[in-house]
């Protein structure tokens, strides 16, 4: 089963059971490694940055980010 496919099938239980996986599967990433997470963080910059590359996203200035979600929090 891909990535998609359990996205899916997890998506499709109820709220409580999913929010149960979700604390288990960020409790599973705390007990990584500095170099572990180093390479996580890494590979993430990659993929976001292949995609601004693409054109599949654009790209917004900080100080835009920042203005915006702390008028969210207001």
């Known amino acids: 089963m891909g990535i998609e496919e359990l996205e ?7 709220p409580s059971t999913r929010a149960r996986l979700a604390e288990r599967l960020l409790q599973s990433l705390e007990t990584l490694s500095d170099t572990e997470n180093e390479n996580l963080w890494a590979e993430e910059a990659e993929r976001r ?26």
């Open 49 to 74: 940055l292949a995609e601004l590359d693409k054109g599949a996203v654009s790209a917004r200035p900080a100080d835009e980010v920042l203005r915006n979600a702390r008028a969210q929090l207001a």
């Open 8 to 14: 899916t099938e997890v998506l499709k239980l109820d």
